[in-house]
């Protein structure tokens, strides 16, 4: 939760800090690459090692001096880390051994203040050992010999320093975060609307498309109500993608999809709805979540009357049908337009999409329906319908047991789900139905 211990683990690029947070995970989180600066962000993570939970947090390798954008923002970050973090663990290259700019990086540390691990990564086996020696040099304390890809050396000895004073695991059920992905294709400020919500630089923001490669994990609270943002890589065609890291950030999305709880979908409000907008769409509705659609820079619309609503309204209404039960709302990340309204929306659909209907009342509005509107015959035979049953929720999905299923045609699925949005409002989430062949077909 909120009030775990943070552990920022710093470096320059290259000396395998995503590595040794995979490490912990146990699972490939971080994206890894020979590539510098792959990661750009400050990426949170919590862990538990040994009954004991704390936050890590991985970030852009630091190259002090570099004036290059992304350079200069990925040592900001690290500086903001480092500034939020209750414990260090700086990573230097033991293959390597020392880099100038690894004194430069311990020089910064040390005026955190903050409590520093020197951990000496790439020592694979215990005759490189030796390598540690000259890292004294850096005067930031005794250095560990350790390898992040095979987890030998002193990983363990290094974790058992570093949470020697956390406090262990309070077993007494939370209730979960409601988890919200921001999701679009590149530059519609998705990164600014996080920034926007958290009220502080967590994510990279610039106008250089493609700045956020990680989906990345911000817990936050609003009005008592703690809520997790995952702010993800922008989504572009595939025809655009380059293959490796872009290709792997873009996947990293697609599945934040289809983890989050609620997807918000960003749109820009100068270019309008585009062919890619309705391909993410289709791909939240296809992994059945909740979704809000956010027409952001709306502070760049010249005509501010309320006929420009309407006409964007009048747009997706044209462009995207399909989206006709979620809820739109016009902010602006840059001037923080009705942006807190991302959160009251998107609780309101989860708790749409986690709505469970009774089978006694499913089955009086399903029944209604089918007197009120009869399916048509198919060679003079007709679809009857026993009984409905809801079988689960996120998103609601409902089973009808008919007499034959070619008889349920696509055009009248529709119509029952209109009336059961009817009955029982759905808004914001996506609504699934099948159908069951009961006895005899006839």
């Not at 890291?245 to 697609?254: L, M, N, P, Y």
């Not at 993410?280 to 909740?290: D, H, M, S, V």
């Not at 001037?335 to 309204?341: A, D, G, L």
Request: net charge neutral; glycine share 6%.
């Amino acid at each position: 939760m909120a009030n775990r211990p943070i552990v920022a683990v710093v470096g320059r690029p290259n000396v395998g800090k995503s590595t040794f947070v995979n490490r912990l995970l146990g699972a490939r989180h971080s994206i890894v690459d020979d590539k510098a600066g792959v990661t750009r962000d400050r990426i949170y993570f919590d862990v538990e090692w040994m009954g004991k939970e704390f936050t890590v947090i991985d970030t852009g390798g630091i190259i002090p001096g570099d004036e290059d954008e992304i350079m200069l923002n990925i040592f900001t970050q690290a500086k903001i880390a480092c500034e939020e973090a209750d414990k260090i663990i700086f990573i230097v290259d033991g293959n390597e051994g020392l880099n100038p700019i690894d004194y430069d990086i311990a020089n910064i540390l040390r005026r955190s203040g903050k409590e520093i691990f020197l951990a000496v990564n790439k020592l694979d086996s215990p005759n490189k050992f030796i390598n540690t020696s000259e890292f004294y040099a850096l005067s930031i304390g005794e250095p560990v010999a350790i390898s992040a890809l095979h987890g030998s050396g002193g990983v363990g000895d290094l974790l058992e320093a570093v949470t020697k004073d956390f406090e262990h695991i309070n077993e007494e059920e939370k209730p979960e975060n409601i988890r919200i992905a921001i999701v679009g294709k590149p530059n519609v400020g998705k990164s600014s609307i996080v920034n926007a919500l958290l009220n502080k630089e967590r994510v990279i923001v610039s106008d250089i498309s493609g700045t956020t490669r990680d989906a990345i994990d911000s817990i936050v609270k609003y009005e008592g109500e703690e809520f997790i943002l995952v702010d993800t890589a922008g989504i572009r065609k595939k025809s655009k993608v380059d293959w490796g890291i872009e290709k792997f950030a873009v996947d990293r999305s697609i599945r934040a999809i289809r983890n989050c709880d609620v997807a918000v979908l960003v749109v820009d409000a100068l270019e309008g709805i585009s062919d890619q907008d309705k391909k993410i769409a289709g791909t939240i509705i296809e992994a059945g979540k909740a979704m809000v659609l956010a027409v952001n820079k709306w502070d760049l619309i010249e005509d501010k009357q309320s006929n420009t609503v309407n006409k964007f309204e009048k747009e997706i209404d044209t462009e995207m049908p399909f989206l006709n039960y979620v809820p739109k709302i016009f902010i602006s990340a840059k001037t923080k337009q009705r942006i807190v309204s991302i959160y009251k929306l998107s609780k309101e659909v989860y708790e749409e999409a986690s709505k469970r209907i009774t089978t006694s009342l499913l089955n009086k509005v399903i029944l209604d329906a089918v007197s009120m509107n009869p399916p048509a015959s198919i060679r003079g035979k007709r679809l009857k319908l026993f009984y409905s049953t809801q079988v689960s929720t996120n998103p609601p999905t409902f089973v009808l047991f008919i007499n034959n299923e070619d008889f349920l045609k696509d055009n009248y699925v529709k119509y029952l789900e209109n009336k059961l949005r009817e009955a029982f409002g759905f808004k914001g989430t996506p609504i699934k139905i099948s159908a069951k062949e009961k006895g005899e077909k006839k």
